[in-house]
């Protein structure tokens, strides 16, 4: 199974699946995580169904996807959550030392919670036009649409999303940079 050095996690082999890209070691296209995802499918609902998978074999299909070019709306099968301005810091505020990337999988903070709780919310990064940039480095400051990665936790962020909410992409422990909402899009919606 052939596998690259920026996606060790996802093979191609003619013989498997019909040389679809897949989980090394395993059958399971990334199609197949992207499906159940977009289905509704907690990460924790996937590896329950599938113990033989990880969290960072599921977040290893969405990066590979999202290298590929696939907007997140096709990934998840449904429109945006939410859209923010944002502002990464540089590195003298504690920032990255090299550029971030379209597909990078920075969870995010609340500015407003109490307790110092992450979130699986990905980041889709914009042009001023509303399209997902291409692969590749993105501005330090721009629009990006917000994907609550976990729909069992959606009403958990209705509680707490609004105009003006602002918050933290996170890195770890590290802030990497600030958000705020500009608009709540699919968030208010039950998903199908």
Known sequence: MLSSAAHPLIG???????????????RISVNDVLGWLGSGMSVDDIIADFPE?????IEAACAYAADCGTPYTEIFGREADFRVTYRLFTTEEGGRNTPAYQGIR??????????????MVYPEFIDPDGFPIPNGPFAPMGRANMFVLNPDLRSVHRQLICLGTRGYFMEGSRRMGVWEV???????QELQ
Request: glycine letters at 8%; hydrophobic letters at 40%.
């Open 53 to 57: 998978l990880t969290a960072t074999q």
């Open 12 to 26: 191609i082999d003619p013989e498997i699946r019909f040389g679809r890209a897949c989980l090394v070691g395993t």
């Open 106 to 119: 920075w969870d995010i903070r609340y500015a407003e919670e109490d307790r110092s709780h992450t979130w």
């Open 182 to 188: 500009a608009e709540v899009l699919g968030l208010r």
